[in-house]
């Protein structure tokens, strides 16, 4: 059994009825269940529809998006996160640059490493050289004026845990952010790399071994097999290719708002969406999200 999700940004709920009967009928679907009124609604199929990426393409068009998945254990234990254009809107290190003033040749680098062009440890290792001599009090000036949570962050975390779920931020990205933002969502856990600070300026270095790629597959595996459950109970999330390993792992992986050649790696795609979307697809009503 599969279970199709359609589902659009709740900024616009702009999610028409007539469109999920529609493709229901088309598609010979069961009966609709609406989770959240013109946003998110969900029906049942026997199997999975051979023209799903035509209709998904369609839709895109109409900001819907559309994900056919198995019905079976979709509810997840456990929810890791990236941080970066995920869980927040920014790119840390874009903002840091940006006061540094070397923004546009970070941002370059970054967009670049993120669609996979770029070796990730590399393309790190040269951002961060760039912040070399950035008071390190820029750090907390950052976060207090330019980072903010990307929508739905709060309420996905805080189901998640409602329902017995374990939250860990995994990312590419610095601790000095993680800690916060990690704290500010309510995760339970944070991994990320460490900026090297000496006489209160940053020295332009970052502390080894580089969490990127393997770290955030060895994060899965290492806080699942703690906590007892299989990769398949895991709902991933992320944007960018340094989170293909653990997208591709995780019994759900969602490449959200993400770079083009990541999303075309990934079964469950979301471009419209925000975070609230992982709760529609393993089937939370929002009478169900938690304050």
Request: proline residues 3%; charged residues 20%; negative net charge.
């Amino acid at each position: 059994m599969f279970v199709v999700t359609l589902l659009t940004d709740p900024a616009r709920a702009n999610l028409q009825p007539a469109l999920v009967e529609s493709l229901r009928n088309a598609w010979g679907g069961g009966a609709a269940t609406w989770l959240s009124p013109d946003v998110a609604a969900e029906f049942e199929m026997q199997s999975r529809p051979s023209n799903q990426w035509d209709v998904w393409s369609e839709l895109q068009a109409l900001a819907v998006d559309l994900v056919v998945q198995p019905a079976k254990d979709r509810r997840k234990k456990m929810l890791l996160a990236d941080m970066d254009s995920t869980m927040i809107r920014q790119e840390c290190i874009d903002e840091l640059a940006d006061v540094a003033g070397v923004g546009e040749r970070v941002k370059e680098i970054t967009a670049r490493a993120m669609n996979g062009e770029l070796d990730f440890e590399g393309a790190l290792v040269e951002r961060v050289s760039l912040l070399s001599g950035l008071d390190a009090t820029v750090i907390e000036r950052v976060l207090a004026e330019r980072i903010s949570s990307m929508p739905g962050g709060q309420a996905l975390v805080a189901t998640m845990k409602a329902h017995g779920g374990h939250a860990a931020l995994v990312s590419g990205g610095f601790t000095a952010f993680t800690a916060s933002v990690a704290t500010q969502l309510g995760f339970d856990e944070n991994r990320a790399n460490t900026l090297i600070v000496k006489d209160g300026r940053l020295t332009g270095e970052v502390a080894r071994p580089i969490l990127g790629r393997a770290a955030k597959v060895e994060a899965l595996e290492q806080i699942t097999a703690r906590l007892g459950i299989s990769e398949a109970d895991v709902i991933a999330v992320g944007d960018g290719a340094n989170d293909l390993g653990m997208l591709q792992r995780a019994g759900t992986g969602v490449a959200l708002h993400a770079k083009p050649s990541v999303a075309e790696q990934c079964e469950v795609r979301i471009n419209h969406g925000d975070l609230t979307a992982l709760l529609f697809l393993q089937g939370y009503a929002l009478s169900e999200f938690a304050a």
